[in-house]
């Protein structure tokens, strides 16, 4: 009886060895397979989506690529003076500004920075203008509204005399080369 017992005994361990060793292949086998939770997969399909529509942008942008090139290239032709007869037209311009708005010009002022690798040229202009408060407004505006391009940097204004303004500008416009 002992003898049976200890045999009885001995094929269960042989068997629970056996049943071990074969959950340590299915385990191992599962290990090697690729498993992607539906969250990953999720998560993937939203980073292909949006990969997928910077793809889809860029290439539009490419195709856009050449108007908007034209596009710039026209508003440097049409907005930039040239540096030849810039001055001139530049004095003529802010002189024909001030006048329709009822305003005296003063103290026109240029200052030239170096040409960057575009070749456009930076001028400051400094302008002192005297006029009643509305013909300031409208010469702002004309400055706005103008085909030439001006950037208004700054404006101070002083009482001038007889109950006049005086109006100090800063501005800035650009010569192509």
Same mark, same amino acid.
């Given at each position: 009886?002992? *003898? ?13 060895? +056996?049943? @071990? ?17 539906? !969250? ?5 399909? *939203? ?6 529509? %910077? +793809? ?14 034209? !596009?710039? @290239?026209?508003? #440097?032709? %049409?907005?930039?003076r040239s540096?030849?007869?810039?001055? !001139?037209?530049?004095? @003529? @311009? ?9 305003? *005296?010009?003063?103290?026109?002022? #240029? ?20 006029? %009643?408060?509305? !013909?300031? +407004?409208? #010469? ?8 030439n391009f001006?950037?208004? %940097?700054?404006?101070s204004l ?17 010569? *192509?080369?």
């Amino acid at each position: 009886m002992l *003898r049976t017992r200890k045999i009885l005994i001995q094929v269960l361990l042989g068997a629970l060895v +056996v049943v @071990d060793l074969a959950l340590v292949g299915i385990n191992w086998r599962m290990a090697a397979t690729p498993r992607t939770p539906p !969250s990953e997969l999720k998560l993937l399909a *939203r980073q292909h989506a949006l990969l997928a529509a %910077d +793809v889809a942008r860029a290439q539009k942008i490419r195709q856009n690529l050449p108007a908007i090139e034209k !596009s710039n @290239d026209n508003f #440097f032709h %049409d907005r930039f003076r040239s540096t030849g007869a810039g001055y !001139s037209e530049l004095e @003529d @311009d802010l002189g024909a500004l001030a006048r329709a708005a009822g305003l *005296r010009t003063e103290g026109l002022s #240029f200052r030239q920075h170096p040409a960057d690798k575009r070749g456009v040229s930076e001028i400051e202009i400094g302008a002192t203008v005297d006029g %009643d408060y509305p !013909s300031v +407004v409208r #010469f702002i505006d004309g400055l706005e509204r103008s085909d030439n391009f001006y950037i208004l %940097d700054s404006l101070s204004l002083a009482a001038g005399s007889t109950g006049q303004l005086k109006l100090n500008l800063q501005l800035r416009t650009f010569f *192509r080369t």
